[in-house]
C-alpha cells in the first residue's frame, strides 16, 4: 500500500542544457543553504560533458583522470559514476520534510518514476535491494545519489538515454564490479528519445505528489560546456 503524502504545488522546472560539473554542484549547494520554508521545490533537468563523479564513499582522496576524463570529488551519495552527453540527468532540489518523504521512500519513488516510464513501451524494468538504480536485464540504466540536508535534497538522477556507453567501462560502475549498463536508445523506439525529458518529468512529479508540473523553462545562470 503507498504511504500516504500532501499535495504540493507544482515545482519549478529548469532546462539547463549541457553544463560543467563543478558549476552545477556549487548552484545546488547554495540555492540548498539559501532555500527558506516557502522557498518552491525546483527540478533541474540538464546534462554533462564527460566526467566522472566519486561520492561520498570515496571522501579524502585524490584522483587521476581516467583515459583523459576528469574525476570529481562530490558530495553525495554512492561511489564512482560516469556523466556524459546524451544522459539525462534529473537534479531533484526538494525540501522532503514539507513533501512528508523520508530518504528511503524518496529514492523508491524515483526509482518507481523511471520502471513506470519504461512500462510505456512495455520495458520490463526493476530496483535492486541495497543497489539504488533502475536495471533492465541486470544492466544498469540509471543512477541514483542524493545529499540531503536539513531536509532537503539536492543531485538526483541521470538516465543513460543516447549516449557513448565506453567510459563506463573504465570504472567499476557505482562500486560494483562487473556491472554492465544500457541505455534508452537500445530499448526503445527512436522517435520516443526526443520526448524522454517531458515524460519522466511528469513521472517524476506525479510519484513525488505534486499537483501539477510546471513549464521546463530556461536557465543562463551556469557556465555551459
Known amino acids: 500500500m503507498k504511504a500516504e503524502w500532501s499535495s504540493a504545488a507544482a515545482p519549478l522546472v529548469r532546462e539547463l542544457g549541457c553544463v560543467d560539473y563543478a558549476p552545477t554542484l556549487a548552484a545546488m549547494q547554495a540555492f540548498t543553504a539559501a532555500r527558506r520554508e516557502n522557498t518552491p521545490d525546483e527540478i533541474w533537468l540538464l546534462s554533462h560533458p564527460p566526467v566522472y563523479t566519486m561520492g561520498l564513499k570515496g571522501r579524502g582522496q585524490a584522483f587521476a583522470p581516467i583515459g583523459g ?19 539525462l540527468v534529473a537534479y531533484l532540489l526538494l525540501d522532503i520534510a514539507r513533501l512528508r518523504i523520508g530518504p528511503r521512500e524518496l529514492v523508491r519513488r524515483i526509482e518507481e518514476a523511471v520502471i513506470g516510464l519504461l512500462g510505456n513501451w512495455q520495458v520490463d524494468a526493476e530496483r535492486r535491494a541495497g543497489a539504488p538504480g533502475v536495471y533492465v536485464g541486470g544492466r544498469k540504466l540509471a543512477s541514483l545519489g542524493l545529499r540531503v540536508r536539513d531536509g532537503r535534497t539536492y543531485h538526483g538522477l541521470a538516465v543513460n538515454v543516447d549516449m557513448d556507453l565506453a567510459p563506463f567501462g573504465a570504472i567499476h560502475p557505482c562500486g560494483y564490479a562487473g556491472l554492465e549498463v544500457t541505455q534508452l536508445r537500445d530499448l526503445v523506439p527512436p522517435g520516443r528519445l526526443p520526448g524522454i525529458g517531458s515524460a519522466l518529468l511528469a513521472r517524476l512529479t506525479t510519484e513525488l505528489g505534486y499537483t501539477a508540473a510546471a513549464a521546463p523553462r530556461p536557465r543562463h545562470l551556469l557556465s555551459h560546456g
Open 69 to 87: 576524463i576528469a574525476v570529481v570529488q562530490t558530495d553525495r551519495g554512492g561511489d564512482i559514476t560516469y556523466h556524459g552527453p546524451g544522459q
